[in-house]
């Protein structure tokens, strides 16, 4: 639909003033162009803005760069006066450390394997007669030795069968006393012809069944007597009771499975621990010399030593899903301080290092390349030394080279040391020794078979293996 108003105009444009004079017209003025340039050459020279704007870029540009480079020369040169300065200051700064002597001395070698105690005996106590249970005489728990009666059953039932057989005994007793006196006359009348030969050969034969009657029963009078004896039910070893099976007024039967009560052996007991198969050679060749290995048991933690035995015997064949071999050892345990399925760290002895350098294995520093220690020189500064350690057991440490004996080795504050640093020594706290501690703990201050920073523990092996 189409709108009849009118459209809008373009205002009226406003025309220049005519000039009315001589006067030249404004712009600018011509000069004399150099042959060969005309107009178009000269506005090409001109400078634009855009040209202008790049130009000032560039100069912002390389200014930075110039600034960039001024500054990171001069935190270079701060950085290598302030570390010219650190390093002046800490050789001029003395550093605490605790310091230890390397000795020389005798080293064992232990092997290390998680054992179980087993008891030498077990035995399930059960009773040999059916009955009523009258009184169980132990306590839960109780040591008790040999022969000791532990129960009673009802005696009564093999009390009547005993006088059953007395009886019966003495009713055949009398019967082959008649028989013998017959036998007697049977012979006279014979000699006489007074009777036939046959019967007196059947008066022998009754005189001997008699015999063998009288035979069974006094079979059945000793039964009575065993099953009297079963009846009092005694301890068939020395050794520890556990927890009782069946309470008194119970009927018990000779074929029960569970039994009345279970005694362990605990003195002596065994021990049965595993070690690798590569390390069983030096063990037989031990033991082919007739000498008896000691064997210690310590706790799983490997703080406390329990108890010392012998070595008892090797088996007979390796466990090839596992490469280890069992070993059976025997102990005491007069302290009681070993458990029939008690989990042990068993740590034998094979071999004793003589006569070589022993240091702390504290001391020992580890860096990708080698193994090292920290050397105090007689003008008290400290170099860093590259030991070749032969063997690490528990804070004791025997090394081959690197090291003399009487050299002190810093064994604390090694965190802060440098090449020719200089140190001052104060009283060492523990020295690498060679026994037990004495509050019980494993040989040389620490944890057997430890090496290494930390105390890790190491099992008694060489370096390197």
């Excluded at 504290?362 to 032969?390: G, Y």
């Excluded at 528990?394 to 090449?419: C, F, H, M, N, Y």
Aim: no cysteine.
């Amino acid at each position: 639909m189409k709108s009849d108003a009118p459209l809008p105009q373009d205002p009226p444009r406003a025309e220049p003033p005519k000039p009315t004079g001589p006067e030249k017209p404004a712009g600018p003025e011509k000069r004399d162009l150099p042959s060969g340039r005309g107009p178009a050459d000269s506005a090409a020279d001109a400078p634009t803005p855009g040209r202008s704007r790049r130009r000032w870029l560039w100069i912002a540009a390389i200014l930075a760069v110039a600034l960039g480079v001024f500054l990171y020369s001069r935190s270079g040169q701060k950085q290598k006066q302030a570390a010219a300065a650190a390093k002046t200051s800490a050789a001029n700064r003395v550093v605490p450390v605790v310091a230890v002597p390397a000795r020389t001395g005798d080293l064992p070698v232990y092997l290390t394997g998680l054992g179980t105690v087993a008891a030498v005996n077990t035995v399930t106590v059960r009773s040999r007669v059916d009955g009523q249970l009258l009184r169980v005489l132990f306590r839960e728990g109780q040591l008790v030795h040999k022969d000791e009666l532990l129960a009673e059953i009802d005696p009564r039932p093999f009390q009547v069968q005993k006088l059953q057989a007395e009886g019966q005994r003495a009713k055949d007793e009398a019967t082959l006393a008649n028989a013998r006196v017959d036998l007697q006359r049977y012979q006279t009348l014979v000699s006489q012809d007074a009777i036939p030969r046959q019967q007196l050969d059947t008066q022998v034969a009754t005189v001997r069944q008699l015999e063998a009657t009288l035979k069974s029963d006094q079979g059945l009078i000793e039964s009575a007597n065993l099953n009297l004896t079963y009846s009092r039910i005694t301890a068939p070893i020395t050794g520890t009771v556990g927890l009782k099976l069946v309470d008194p007024g119970n009927i018990v039967h000779a074929g029960d499975a569970s039994g009345i009560v279970v005694i362990t052996q605990l003195q002596p007991i065994s021990i049965v621990f595993t070690i690798p198969a590569d390390q069983l050679p030096p063990v037989q060749q031990e033991l082919k010399t007739g000498r008896k290995l000691p064997v210690e048991a310590w706790d799983r933690e490997l703080k406390n030593q329990l108890a010392t035995g012998t070595l008892l015997a090797i088996d007979n064949q390796i466990d090839q899903a596992t490469g280890t071999v069992r070993i059976k050892a025997l102990f005491d345990n007069e302290n009681s301080a070993l458990f029939s399925n008690q989990f042990v760290n068993a740590r034998l002895l094979v071999n004793t290092l003589r006569g070589v350098v022993l240091i702390p294995t504290a001391a020992l520093q580890r860096s990708p390349q080698s193994t090292f220690v920290w050397a105090m020189k007689p003008d008290s500064t400290v170099e860093m030394r590259t030991v070749d350690v032969q063997l690490t057991e528990g804070e004791v440490t025997a090394v081959r080279s690197g090291v003399a004996a009487g050299e002190p080795i810093v064994t604390d504050g090694v965190d802060k040391l440098q090449p020719g640093a200089k140190v001052a020594a104060g009283g060492a706290r523990s020295g690498p020794g060679g026994g037990a501690s004495r509050n019980g703990g494993p040989p040389n201050g620490g944890a057997p078979g430890a090496g290494g920073r930390g105390g890790k523990p190491a099992r008694g092996r060489k370096a390197g293996s």
